[in-house]
C-alpha cells in the first residue's frame, strides 16, 4: 500500500509525475486542483464558492478543501493507495492529513518535492495545454500531441488553463513561497521529505521517484520486521 504526496511550485511537474506514477502503481492519482476545475465546470456550489479563487489564483480557504479531501479519499479506489498532487498545500491542511492517517493507522511512505527553477515554471507554464475531458497534460515545446489541439488519449479539443495569465501566475508562485514552502519543514522534520531535480526530463524524474518509493517501501518493511 503506497501513499505519496507530490510537492512543488505551480508547473513543477505534479500533475504529471502522479499520473504517471499511479499508473505504474495501481493506485489513485488524486489531484486538488482537477477535482476543483471538475466541480467548477459542473457548477455545483463548491465550484462556484471556489472558482473566483482559482481565477485570482490564490488558495481555495481550507475549509472547503478539508471537506472536499476527506471525501474524496474515502472513496474505495483511495484504499489502494494513492499520490497526492496539489493537496496538501497548507500547514493546516497537512496537519488534517496527518490526523486522518493516524486515524486509520495508516502512514505516508514518502514526500517527493520537485525543484525546479522560476524562469523554468514560466515557460513550462505558457506552454502547457491539458484535456479537460481527461486531465491529460502536454507541452507544447516538448510534448506536443500527435494531433495539433487534439488530446492523444481521448480525442477531446485541448485548452490553456484560466489562471496561466502572466499576473494570475504570478499570484500563484508569491501564494506557493508564503503558504505552501513551509511544508518542506514540516516534512523534513517527519523525515518523509525527498528533495528531487525536476529539470531532468519527465522519464528520468520518475526513475528517481520510482527509486525513493522502493527505498522508504524496503526501510519500512525492515523497520516492521525489526
Ligand atoms: P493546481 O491545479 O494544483 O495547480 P498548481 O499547483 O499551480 O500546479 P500546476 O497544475 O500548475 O502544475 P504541476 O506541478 O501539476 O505541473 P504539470 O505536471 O502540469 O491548483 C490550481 C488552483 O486550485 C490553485 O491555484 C488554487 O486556487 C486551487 N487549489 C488546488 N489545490 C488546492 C489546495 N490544496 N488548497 C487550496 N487551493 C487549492 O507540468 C507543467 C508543464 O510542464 C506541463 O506542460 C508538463 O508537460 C511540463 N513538464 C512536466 N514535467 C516536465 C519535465 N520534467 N521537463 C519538461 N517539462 C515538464
Redesign the pocket.
Given at each position: 500500500m503506497m501513499r505519496i504526496v507530490l510537492l512543488?511550485p505551480?508547473?513543477?511537474?505534479?500533475?504529471?509525475q502522479a499520473s504517471a506514477l499511479a499508473r505504474r502503481r495501481g493506485i489513485a492519482h488524486i489531484?486538488?486542483?482537477?477535482i476543483?476545475r471538475g466541480n467548477v465546470k459542473e457548477g455545483t456550489e463548491l465550484g462556484r464558492r471556489a472558482a473566483p479563487?482559482?481565477e485570482r489564483?490564490?488558495?481555495?480557504p481550507d475549509e472547503l478543501?478539508l471537506d472536499m479531501m476527506a471525501e474524496r479519499l474515502a472513496e474505495p479506489d483511495a484504499a489502494e493507495g494513492y499520490a497526492l498532487?496539489?493537496?496538501?498545500?497548507?500547514v493546516a491542511?497537512a496537519e488534517a492529513l496527518d490526523s486522518r492517517l493516524l486515524e486509520m493507522r495508516q502512514r505516508l511512505e514518502a514526500v517527493i518535492y520537485l525543484e525546479v527553477p522560476e524562469t523554468e515554471l514560466l515557460r513550462?507554464?505558457s506552454?502547457?495545454r491539458i484535456c479537460p475531458n481527461c486531465n491529460a497534460?502536454?507541452?507544447l515545446a516538448?510534448?506536443a500531441p500527435k494531433r495539433e489541439g487534439i488530446c492523444d488519449a481521448c480525442g477531446a479539443e485541448l485548452i490553456q488553463r484560466k489562471?496561466e495569465q502572466p499576473e494570475v501566475v504570478r499570484t500563484?508562485l508569491q501564494g506557493y513561497a508564503r503558504e505552501t514552502e513551509p511544508l518542506l519543514d514540516y516534512y523534513r522534520r517527519t523525515r518523509l521529505l525527498h528533495e528531487v531535480d525536476?529539470?531532468?526530463?519527465?522519464r528520468s524524474?520518475l526513475a528517481e521517484i520510482d527509486r525513493i518509493v522502493k527505498e522508504s517501501a524496503a526501510e519500512a518493511a525492515g523497520k516492521r520486521e525489526a
Open positions: 512543488g505551480p508547473g513543477s511537474g505534479k500533475g504529471t489531484a486538488s486542483g482537477d476543483l479563487y482559482m489564483g490564490e488558495l481555495v478543501i498532487d496539489g493537496f496538501p498545500r497548507t491542511q513550462r507554464l506552454g502547457r497534460i502536454y507541452q516538448t510534448m489562471d500563484r525536476g529539470t531532468i526530463g519527465v524524474v
